[in-house]
């Protein structure tokens, strides 16, 4: 059974950073496209950004681009999103999720349950 367990969200400030993780089990996860997604109160699902297999390729969405950083630890089986200069408007619930292809924005294979971010300004 494969599982994408989130962690590391909570509140932030504006301008700050947080760190979510995100640890997998149940899949040959070297083999998997990690991507991360968010969802805010009333808004569809919106991608923000992938990381390939081996952590040689990232894609951004361009609202977080410079402001977000995807890494993976294939070692530890988890995929991490560093977010940095926070804003208000990244207030939502963040998805990891896993796809054996690269180049998607949607439907992934596995998904997490979603950790949330709060951002006050």
């Known amino acids: 059974q494969v599982q994408l367990v989130e962690s590391g969200g909570g509140l932030a400030q504006a301008g700050g950073s947080l760190r979510l993780s995100c640890a997998a089990s149940?899949?040959?996860?070297?083999?998997?496209?990690m991507g991360w997604f968010r969802q805010a109160p009333g808004k569809k699902r919106e991608f923000i950004g992938r990381i390939s297999w081996n952590g040689v390729n990232t894609y951004y969405s361009d609202s977080v681009k410079g402001r977000f950083t995807i890494s993976r630890d294939n070692a530890k089986r988890t995929v991490y999103l560093q977010m940095n200069s926070l804003k208000p408007e990244d207030t939502a619930v963040y998805y990891c999720a896993a796809d054996s292809r690269y180049y998607k924005e949607s439907d992934y294979d596995y998904w997490g349950q979603g950790t949330q971010v709060t951002v006050s300004s």
């Open positions: 149940g899949l040959t996860f070297s083999r998997y496209t």
